[in-house]
C-alpha cells in the first residue's frame, strides 16, 4: 500500500470518527443545531475535526468534575455531620444523623461515578437537561444541590441558643452552602472586574473621602454615647466573653444577632471604647458612597454616579448615621449594592450580577428591619419589569432562580430560626407599627377615619424627604435633604414620573416608595432612624435631576458643555459643603446646648470620669426618680469593672450598705439634700461639683479616701 493510500486511510478514518462523535454529540445535546454543529446535505460536517476533538475534551472532563465535586461534598458533609453529631444531646441527633448518610451516599455517588461508564445515562441525560436550562454544566447542577444539604446542616450545628454546639461547622457549612449556590451558577468571565479597574479605583476613592468625615473625631461627634449604641456594645462583648457565639439568632432589641460581631471586632481591636462601636459603622457610610457611585452609574451615566457620590458623601444626614454606633447605615449600603447589581443583571443579563445581588440580598437581613423590605422591593420590581419586557424576563428566568437560589440559601438559617420563633421576627415592626393601638387612639381623639389618619401618615412621610423636620434618633430640625438638595430631588423625581415605563425609573420610584410605605406605618414618623437606606436613593435622583438639567442644556449649547459640567458639579459640591458645615458647626454645636443637662449626658460625664477609677471602685448613685445609676448603658459599657448601688434615702432601714473599699456617691441636684447625711457616716471625703459644658450642675460627687475606710 503506497503512501498516498495510507493519508487516504487516515483521512477517512478521522473524517468517520468525527461524524461519529458528532452524532453522540447530538444525542447529548438536542440543540445542537443551534450551537452551529448542523450538518451539511451531503452528510459532512461544517465543525473542524479540532473543534470536534476539543469538545470531547470538555465533555470527557465532566464525569471527572462531577466525579470531584461529589466526593468533595460527600466528604465534606460527612465530617461536619459527624463532628456536630457528636457535640449536640442524643435526643437531637436525628437531623445530623440524615446528613451524615447523605454524606457518605454522595460520596460513594462520586466514587461509582469516576468509574468508567459509571454514571448511568439517565442521570446524565437528566443533569444535561438541567444544566441545558440552567446554562451550567452539569457539575455546577451538582453544586447547587449540594448547597441545600450544607445550609440546612448549618442550622442543626448551631442550634437555637444563645451558644453553638458546633461553632466550626455551622461556619463552615454555612459559608461552603453560600459558596457552593455561586460557584453553581457563576458564568466565568461574565464579571470582569479586571477590567473596571478605573471605575472601581474612583469608588474606591470616594469612599476613602467620605470616611475622613464619617470615621474621624468618632468619640466627640456625636457628643456622647446614646445607651442604645451602648446596648449594642454590651451584646457584642458578650461574643469576647463566649456567652454568646450564635450569629443565627436575635439579640439585643430582637436584632440579628450576626451585626454584633461587627462591634464585638471593633471592642477587640480598640477596646471598649466609643470609637469601636463607631468605626464600623464610618465604614459602612463610606463604602455607601462608593457604592452609588457605582450604581449610579450603571443605572445613568458616569456624570450621574459622580454626581450622587458628591451629594451623599456631605449628606448631614448621611453623615450622622455613619457616625454612630447602631446597625442602620448598613441597611443602606445594602440595598446600593444589590440594586445597583440587580439593574446591571437585568440591563446586562449578567447572570453574575444577578447572583451577586441575591447574596446581597441575604446578607441585608441580618442587620436592620427596613431590609426585610429590600427583597420585596427587588420581587416586586420584576413582577414589574417582566410585564413590560416579557422576552427578557424569559430570558433571564434561570439567572433569576439562581438568585433567589443565593438569597435563599444566605438567609435561611436566621429563617428557621424566624420560623421557630415568630414572635422574635415581628418584634421590631410591633413596637413601632400604626396598625393596632395607636390607630385605634388616634381613630378616637381626632373622630377621623383609619384611612385618613394613614394617608395623612404616608403624607408625613414623604415629607421628612424634603420640607419636615426629621424626628426621633436625629433632630436636626431640617428634613432629610436641605433647600438645594430637595430641589434637585423634585426635578428629578418629575423626569422619572413621565418616564415611568423605562425601568431604571421604576426601579428608584419603587425603593422611594418602599419607604414612604415604612415611615407612613410606623409612628414619630417621620422618625429619622428608618429613613437610612432612602437616603442614597433620595440623593441619587436628585443628582438625575442635576445630570439631566445639564444634558439638556448642552444640546441647547453644545460649545458651553465644559462650563456647564463644571457649573453641575460646582452646585453638587456647593450642596454637599454646605451640608458639611450644618452639620459639624451647626447641629453639632446645637446639640451641646440641647443635651447639655440630659441624663444621657450625666451618663457619659460619669463614664468618663469613672475610666480611670480602680475596679475596687463602688458607686453610690442618688438619681432616683429622674434616673438609675444603669438605666443609660453607657456607664456598663464604658466602664464595666465598677459595681453601683443605687439609693432613693439615704438613713432608711431598707437602704443598700456600701461594701466597696473607694467608695463615690453621686448625687443628682434633686438628690442634693442627701449629701449632708452621707457626710455625716462618711466624714473626711472631697465634695465637687460636677458642671456640663454651659456650666450648669450635672452633679455632685463626693469621693471617700481609701486611708478613711
Same mark, same amino acid.
Given at each position: 500500500?503506497?503512501?498516498?493510500?495510507?493519508?487516504?486511510?487516515?483521512?477517512?478514518?478521522?473524517?468517520?470518527?468525527?461524524?461519529?462523535?458528532?452524532?453522540?454529540?447530538?444525542?447529548?445535546?438536542?440543540?445542537?443545531?443551534?450551537?452551529?454543529?448542523?450538518?451539511?446535505?451531503?452528510?459532512?460536517?461544517?465543525?473542524?475535526?479540532?473543534?470536534?476533538?476539543?469538545?470531547?475534551?470538555?465533555?470527557?472532563?465532566?464525569?471527572?468534575?462531577?466525579?470531584?465535586?461529589?466526593?468533595?461534598?460527600?466528604?465534606?458533609?460527612?465530617?461536619?455531620?459527624?463532628?456536630?453529631?457528636?457535640?449536640?444531646?442524643?435526643?437531637?441527633?436525628? @437531623?445530623?444523623?440524615?446528613?451524615?448518610?447523605?454524606?457518605?451516599?454522595?460520596?460513594?455517588?462520586?466514587?461509582?461515578?469516576?468509574?468508567?461508564? @459509571?454514571?448511568?445515562?439517565?442521570?446524565?441525560?437528566?443533569?444535561?437537561?438541567?444544566?441545558?436550562?440552567?446554562?451550567?454544566? +452539569?457539575?455546577?447542577?451538582?453544586?447547587?444541590?449540594?448547597?441545600?444539604?450544607?445550609?440546612? %446542616?448549618?442550622?442543626?450545628?448551631?442550634?437555637?441558643?444563645?451558644?453553638?454546639?458546633?461553632?466550626?461547622?455551622?461556619?463552615?457549612?454555612?459559608?461552603?452552602?453560600?459558596?457552593?449556590?455561586?460557584?453553581?451558577?457563576?458564568?466565568?468571565?461574565?464579571?470582569?472586574?479586571?477590567?473596571?479597574?478605573?471605575?472601581?479605583?474612583?469608588?474606591?476613592?470616594?469612599?476613602?473621602?467620605?470616611?475622613?468625615?464619617?470615621?474621624?473625631?468618632?468619640?466627640?461627634?456625636?457628643?456622647?454615647?446614646?445607651?442604645?449604641?451602648?446596648?449594642?456594645?454590651?451584646?457584642?462583648?458578650?461574643?469576647?466573653?463566649?456567652?454568646?457565639?450564635?450569629?443565627?439568632?436575635?439579640?439585643?432589641?430582637?436584632?440579628?444577632?450576626?451585626?454584633?460581631?461587627?462591634?464585638?471586632?471593633?471592642?477587640?481591636?480598640? @477596646?471598649?471604647?466609643?470609637?469601636?462601636?463607631?468605626?464600623?459603622?464610618?465604614?459602612?457610610?463610606?463604602?455607601?458612597?462608593?457604592?452609588?457611585?457605582?450604581?449610579?452609574?450603571?443605572?445613568?451615566?458616569?456624570?450621574?454616579?459622580?454626581?450622587?457620590?458628591?451629594?451623599?458623601?456631605?449628606?448631614?444626614?448621611?453623615?450622622?448615621?455613619?457616625?454612630?454606633?447602631?446597625?442602620?447605615?448598613?441597611?443602606?449600603?445594602?440595598?446600593?449594592?444589590?440594586?445597583?447589581?440587580?439593574?446591571?443583571?437585568?440591563?446586562?443579563?449578567?447572570?453574575?450580577?444577578?447572583?451577586?445581588?441575591?447574596?446581597?440580598?441575604?446578607?441585608?437581613?441580618?442587620?436592620?428591619?427596613?431590609?426585610?423590605?429590600?427583597?420585596?422591593?427587588?420581587?416586586?420590581?420584576?413582577?414589574?419589569?417582566?410585564?413590560?419586557?416579557?422576552?427578557?424576563?424569559?430570558?433571564?428566568?434561570?439567572?433569576?432562580?439562581?438568585?433567589?437560589?443565593?438569597?435563599?440559601?444566605?438567609?435561611? +438559617?436566621?429563617?428557621?430560626?424566624?420560623?421557630?420563633?415568630?414572635?422574635?421576627?415581628?418584634?421590631?415592626?410591633?413596637?413601632?407599627?400604626?396598625?393596632?393601638?395607636?390607630?385605634?387612639?388616634?381613630?378616637?381623639?381626632?373622630?377621623?377615619?383609619?384611612?385618613?389618619?394613614?394617608?395623612?401618615?404616608?403624607?408625613?412621610?414623604?415629607?421628612?424627604?424634603?420640607?419636615?423636620?426629621?424626628?426621633?434618633?436625629?433632630?436636626?430640625?431640617?428634613?432629610?435633604?436641605?433647600?438645594?438638595?430637595?430641589?434637585?430631588?423634585?426635578?428629578?423625581?418629575?423626569?422619572?414620573?413621565?418616564?415611568?415605563?423605562? @425601568?431604571?425609573?421604576?426601579?428608584?420610584?419603587?425603593?422611594?416608595?418602599?419607604?414612604?410605605?415604612?415611615?407612613? %406605618?410606623?409612628?414619630?414618623?417621620?422618625?429619622?432612624?428608618?429613613?437610612?437606606?432612602?437616603?442614597?436613593?433620595?440623593?441619587?435622583?436628585?443628582?438625575?435631576?442635576?445630570?439631566?438639567?445639564?444634558?439638556?442644556?448642552?444640546?441647547?449649547?453644545?460649545?458651553?458643555?465644559?462650563?456647564?459640567?463644571?457649573?453641575?458639579?460646582?452646585?453638587?459640591?456647593?450642596?454637599?459643603?454646605?451640608?458639611?458645615?450644618?452639620?459639624?458647626?451647626?447641629?453639632?454645636?446645637?446639640?451641646?446646648?440641647?443635651?447639655?443637662?440630659?441624663?444621657?449626658?450625666?451618663?457619659?460625664?460619669?463614664?468618663?470620669?469613672?475610666?480611670?477609677?480602680?475596679?475596687?471602685?463602688?458607686?453610690?448613685?442618688?438619681?432616683?426618680?429622674?434616673?438609675?445609676?444603669?438605666?443609660?448603658?453607657?456607664?456598663?459599657?464604658?466602664?464595666?469593672?465598677?459595681?453601683?448601688?443605687?439609693?432613693?434615702?439615704?438613713?432608711?432601714?431598707?437602704? +443598700?450598705?456600701?461594701?466597696?473599699?473607694?467608695?463615690?456617691?453621686?448625687?443628682?441636684?434633686?438628690?442634693?439634700?442627701?449629701?449632708?447625711?452621707?457626710?455625716?457616716?462618711?466624714?473626711?471625703?472631697?465634695?465637687?461639683?460636677?458642671?456640663?459644658?454651659?456650666?450648669?450642675?450635672?452633679?455632685?460627687?463626693?469621693?471617700?479616701?481609701?486611708?478613711?475606710?
Amino acid at each position: 500500500m503506497g503512501s498516498e493510500q495510507v493519508s487516504s486511510l487516515l483521512a477517512r478514518l478521522k473524517k468517520n470518527r468525527a461524524l461519529a462523535r458528532l452524532g453522540w454529540l447530538r444525542r447529548r445535546r438536542p440543540d445542537a443545531a443551534k450551537t452551529g454543529m448542523a450538518e451539511s446535505a451531503t452528510g459532512e460536517t461544517k465543525e473542524s475535526v479540532s473543534e470536534v476533538m476539543e469538545d470531547r475534551i470538555e465533555s470527557t472532563g465532566e464525569p471527572t468534575a462531577a466525579a470531584l465535586i461529589l466526593m468533595l461534598g460527600g466528604a465534606s458533609l460527612t465530617f461536619l455531620s459527624q463532628q456536630t453529631e457528636q457535640k449536640i444531646p442524643i435526643g437531637n441527633r436525628a @437531623g445530623a444523623s440524615a446528613f451524615l448518610a447523605l454524606g457518605i451516599v454522595l460520596f460513594l455517588l462520586g466514587v461509582l461515578t469516576a468509574r468508567p461508564g @459509571g454514571s448511568p445515562r439517565w442521570r446524565s441525560a437528566f443533569l444535561e437537561k438541567l444544566a441545558g436550562w440552567l446554562k451550567v454544566h +452539569p457539575w455546577q447542577v451538582i453544586a447547587l444541590g449540594l448547597s441545600l444539604p450544607f445550609v440546612l %446542616l448549618a442550622h442543626s450545628a448551631a442550634g437555637e441558643g444563645p451558644v453553638m454546639p458546633n461553632p466550626f461547622g455551622a461556619w463552615a457549612a454555612w459559608l461552603a452552602a453560600i459558596a457552593l449556590a455561586v460557584i453553581g451558577g457563576w458564568q466565568p468571565g461574565a464579571l470582569n472586574l479586571r477590567s473596571r479597574g478605573q471605575m472601581l479605583a474612583v469608588a474606591l476613592g470616594l469612599a476613602a473621602l467620605a470616611f475622613c468625615l464619617r470615621g474621624i473625631a468618632t468619640s466627640g461627634v456625636p457628643i456622647m454615647l446614646t445607651g442604645d449604641e451602648a446596648s449594642a456594645g454590651l451584646f457584642g462583648a458578650r461574643y469576647l466573653d463566649g456567652s454568646v457565639n450564635n450569629p443565627f439568632i436575635v439579640g439585643w432589641y430582637s436584632f440579628p444577632s450576626l451585626y454584633f460581631l461587627l462591634p464585638a471586632s471593633g471592642i477587640a481591636l480598640l @477596646g471598649r471604647t466609643t470609637e469601636a462601636l463607631r468605626i464600623p459603622s464610618a465604614l459602612a457610610g463610606a463604602l455607601t458612597v462608593g457604592g452609588i457611585y457605582l450604581a449610579g452609574r450603571a443605572l445613568f451615566s458616569r456624570r450621574v454616579g459622580l454626581l450622587a457620590a458628591i451629594l451623599l458623601l456631605g449628606s448631614h444626614y448621611h453623615i450622622h448615621f455613619s457616625r454612630i454606633g447602631l446597625n442602620n447605615v448598613w441597611d443602606g449600603l445594602f440595598y446600593v449594592l444589590t440594586l445597583g447589581a440587580l439593574w446591571h443583571g437585568w440591563e446586562r443579563e449578567n447572570r453574575n450580577a444577578l447572583i451577586l445581588a441575591g447574596v446581597g440580598m441575604g446578607l441585608a437581613q441580618y442587620f436592620y428591619p427596613s431590609s426585610r423590605m429590600l427583597v420585596a422591593l427587588v420581587f416586586a420590581w420584576l413582577l414589574a419589569s417582566a410585564l413590560f419586557d416579557r422576552q427578557r424576563f424569559r430570558r433571564l428566568l434561570p439567572s433569576l432562580l439562581l438568585m433567589t437560589l443565593a438569597m435563599t440559601v444566605v438567609i435561611l +438559617p436566621l429563617g428557621w430560626y424566624y420560623i421557630e420563633h415568630p414572635a422574635e421576627y415581628l418584634a421590631p415592626m410591633n413596637r413601632v407599627s400604626v396598625l393596632g393601638p395607636w390607630l385605634d387612639y388616634s381613630m378616637q381623639i381626632t373622630g377621623r377615619p383609619a384611612w385618613r389618619i394613614l394617608l395623612h401618615q404616608f403624607w408625613l412621610a414623604m415629607g421628612g424627604f424634603t420640607f419636615l423636620p426629621l424626628e426621633s434618633w436625629y433632630r436636626p430640625f431640617v428634613p432629610l435633604m436641605r433647600p438645594l438638595a430637595a430641589t434637585l430631588f423634585l426635578l428629578g423625581l418629575v423626569l422619572l414620573l413621565v418616564r415611568l415605563r423605562e @425601568g431604571r425609573a421604576r426601579l428608584l420610584l419603587f425603593w422611594l416608595a418602599v419607604f414612604v410605605l415604612i415611615g407612613g %406605618l410606623s409612628e414619630s414618623t417621620p422618625a429619622s432612624q428608618r429613613y437610612v437606606a432612602a437616603a442614597p436613593v433620595c440623593l441619587l435622583i436628585a443628582a438625575y435631576g442635576l445630570g439631566e438639567t445639564a444634558s439638556v442644556a448642552e444640546r441647547i449649547r453644545p460649545r458651553a458643555a465644559v462650563r456647564i459640567s463644571l457649573i453641575v458639579f460646582a452646585v453638587a459640591g456647593a450642596s454637599a459643603v454646605s451640608d458639611i458645615n450644618f452639620y459639624f458647626n451647626g447641629y453639632t454645636v446645637s446639640t451641646v446646648t440641647e443635651m447639655d443637662q440630659s441624663n444621657t449626658m450625666v451618663a457619659q460625664h460619669l463614664a468618663d470620669y469613672l475610666r480611670d477609677k480602680p475596679a475596687s471602685t463602688q458607686v453610690v448613685f442618688f438619681g432616683q426618680p429622674r434616673m438609675g445609676y444603669s438605666s443609660i448603658p453607657s456607664t456598663q459599657y464604658l466602664v464595666p469593672d465598677i459595681t453601683a448601688i443605687d439609693v432613693t434615702s439615704w438613713g432608711a432601714t431598707d437602704h +443598700p450598705i456600701p461594701s466597696g473599699e473607694n467608695l463615690v456617691f453621686i448625687f443628682l441636684p434633686s438628690n442634693a439634700s442627701q449629701i449632708r447625711l452621707v457626710q455625716a457616716d462618711y466624714p473626711g471625703g472631697i465634695l465637687r461639683t460636677e458642671r456640663s459644658g454651659l456650666g450648669k450642675t450635672l452633679y455632685y460627687l463626693y469621693e471617700y479616701p481609701d486611708e478613711q475606710q
